[in-house]
Each structure stands twice: as structure tokens, then as C-alpha cells.
């Protein structure tokens, strides 16, 4: 079955420490690719996308993510984390080859950022 | 610009009971998607809209669910009966297009099954 893994369920770290979170994803063929973030208490937003083009890409709040086809990965980074960062990660595909529109999330990651 | 809201924000309801729960997507998007995470899983799809019209409800856990988009407008997702493993956290998100697009999600309703 088609499904997105997210290497870590729990991350704490401490402020102005970088982090990176693992995100994979199976599917075969043309992929959008999504981080969201939920705040506590706030709905799932958008943090940064890829459509196409260069496999770096650019968020909100100095996030950043790359698309490695090659390894079917999307992994985000922010080289130095706030405690306002604290929330729970979620990587999502939608997939040309699956039905379209419809988000395949990995099980998210709880990001602590320790004052 | 509004975005995507959803009523109630919680809901407890004993076992065997009907909850009706609503969306209301950002004006204009005709795609609507229902989404639900039980806790400690992942969040996962369970039914899209295009317009009125149920583009794919195969996520739908069975046939005590169902979900209706009145006049391609607002959408509701009714449980009937609710079971205990219907608790989680329902959420509702809409799009403009299918691809290269971003889907915007609503706060979410927290339904506990009792």
C-alpha cells in the first residue's frame, strides 16, 4: 500500500537548535508534496509546498524543505528553532496516480522546543 | 477572507447516539474533504466533494457515516449510531483545484464517543 513515514513521532530540543524531520513517502510517478503544521490549540496550516521546479523549497517562519526524487523524501529543516515552534509536524503527498486532491499524511511528529 | 470553519469544536455523545458534524469551506473552493485522526494515529481521508457530487468516499468507515454537500455548498457528516471508535478528530479542508494546489483546513472537531 501507497503510504508517507515520518522517522520521528516525538522530537525536543532546545532553542536555536536546528532541526530536521525525515518525511518518505511510496508513491511512484508526479507527487505534491506538503509540510503542515498544527500550533496547540490552532488548525492544520500550511507550511511549504512543492509543485515543481527546484527541489528546495521555501516556507513560512524559516522553514525550508528538499525533494529528493531519488529517495522518494521531503524532509524538513529549520537551522535554528524558536520555543513558538513547539507544535506537531505533518508531512502529506497527493499523488497524480492516486485519486486527486486527496492528502496521504504521515503520523506527524510532536516537535518540543525547550526554552 | 474567511476560512474553513467547522461547528461544534467538540462534541461527547454516549454510544449509540447520532452527531451531525458541519463545514464550511472558503467561498468558492469546490473541493471538500473530510479527514479524521484517531488518537495516535495519522490523520486519514475519508471523502471528497467536488461541487455536490462525491468525487471518492472510499475512506468511509462504513455505513453509519454519512456525508451530504447541500448545493455545493456547506457539507455535513453525520454518525448514526456512533460507536466508541468513532472518537477522534474530524476535519474538514477545501481547494480550489485537485493539483498544485493547497488545501486549507478547518480547526477541527474532537468527537468523543462515551
Known amino acids: 500500500a501507497q503510504s508517507v513515514s515520518q522517522h520521528n513521532h516525538h522530537v525536543i530540543l532546545s532553542e536555536a537548535a536546528s532541526l530536521e524531520l525525515g518525511c518518505n513517502y511510496s508513491?511512484?510517478?508526479?507527487?505534491?508534496l506538503f509540510w503542515y503544521v498544527q500550533y496547540p490549540g490552532q488548525h492544520l496550516q500550511l507550511l511549504l509546498k512543492y509543485f515543481s521546479g527546484d527541489p528546495l523549497v521555501k516556507g513560512i517562519k524559516g522553514f525550508e524543505a528538499e525533494f529528493i526524487k531519488s529517495k522518494f523524501s521531503f524532509n524538513l529543516r529549520k537551522p535554528s528553532v524558536q520555543w513558538s515552534d513547539t507544535a506537531e509536524y505533518f508531512c502529506?503527498?497527493?499523488?497524480?496516480?492516486?485519486?486527486?486532491?486527496?492528502?496521504?499524511f504521515g503520523a506527524g511528529t510532536q516537535v518540543v522546543v525547550t526554552p | 477572507e474567511a476560512g474553513v470553519t467547522q461547528f461544534p469544536s467538540h462534541s461527547v455523545i454516549e454510544k449509540g447516539q447520532t452527531v451531525t458534524l458541519r463545514c464550511d469551506p472558503i467561498?468558492?473552493?469546490?473541493?471538500l474533504y473530510w479527514y479524521r485522526r484517531v488518537m495516535g494515529k495519522e490523520i486519514k481521508f475519508l471523502l471528497h466533494f467536488v461541487k455536490e457530487s462525491k468525487q471518492d468516499e472510499s475512506g468511509m468507515p462504513n455505513n453509519r457515516f454519512l456525508a451530504e454537500r447541500t448545493g455545493g455548498t456547506y457539507s455535513t457528516l453525520k454518525v448514526q449510531p456512533a460507536e466508541l471508535e468513532d472518537s477522534g478528530v474530524y476535519f474538514c479542508?477545501?481547494?480550489?483545484?485537485?493539483?498544485?494546489?493547497?488545501?486549507?483546513f478547518g480547526q477541527g472537531t474532537r468527537l468523543t464517543v462515551v
Open positions: 479542508a477545501s481547494s480550489q483545484r485537485l493539483w498544485n494546489t493547497e488545501a486549507f
Open positions: 508513491y511512484g510517478g508526479t507527487v505534491n
Open positions: 467561498s468558492g473552493h469546490d473541493n
Open positions: 502529506a503527498v497527493n499523488s497524480l496516480t492516486d485519486s486527486w486532491g486527496k492528502l496521504q
